[in-house]
């Protein structure tokens, strides 16, 4: 089956761009503790549960992944790019890192006990998306923890909208929009962060976490 033409784009921009995003991600992530407050309650939430499997889906140079592991989770990374999983697994050996795509995870139905998208469904275009939530949904277990980490913006009278990332065509989503697919995917929400776009020295967009439970059993009609 022919690869669509986004997904070739986005992963040979990270393959070229991977160095440079291996120095400043981790950097931009660890400035900013609100990235903190979301993701260290998720992995609360994931470790009261037992102690079960999360995929860090579109993990980039694998710090988030190394930052769950410090909190006692668990993680493993899964990236489009080649070049991103060279630089994580040279970062972190001493974790699992695997090329895939995060509509098509490679768990068993129901094997995981959370999911973390941070800041890479952006790269999904928004009529694609229902099918990456169906995913995520498909690997969690029931009663699984799903965070989304994104670039948002407030018209809720509209799911998405593109908007000039340096590196691949990306979209800014709504988080009421993106909590109503949630719903429609079989997902509760449980909690959102919106931060504000001043916060962003680099874009001036505003970011936002939108946390969710697994609850139906499947996505709904
Ligand atoms: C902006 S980086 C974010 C990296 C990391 N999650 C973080 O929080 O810094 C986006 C990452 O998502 C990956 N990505 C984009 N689309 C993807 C897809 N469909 N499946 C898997 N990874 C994807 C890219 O290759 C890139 O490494």
Known sequence: MTEPDFLTATRTAYDDAAAHYAEILPERFHANPLNYAMISAFAELVRADG?????DAGCGPGHVTAYLRSLGVTAFGVDLSPEMIVLAR???????????LMDALRAEDASLAGVLANYSI??????????????FHRVLA????????????????ELAKAFDHPTALAYQYSPDRLAALLLQAGFAEVARLLIAPREDSKLG?????????????????
């Open 51 to 55: 102690d079960g499997l999360v995929a």
């Open 90 to 100: 040279d970062a972190y050996p001493e974790l699992r890192f695997e090329v895939g």
């Open 122 to 135: 952006l790269h999904i275009p928004p009529e694609r998306l229902p099918a990456t939530l169906t995913e």
């Open 142 to 157: 029931p009663g699984g923890h799903l965070l989304l980490g994104f670039p948002a913006y407030d018209d809720p009278a």
């Open 205 to 221: 967009i505003s970011h936002a976490y939108l946390l969710a439970r697994r609850t139906a059993p499947g996505p709904r009609a």
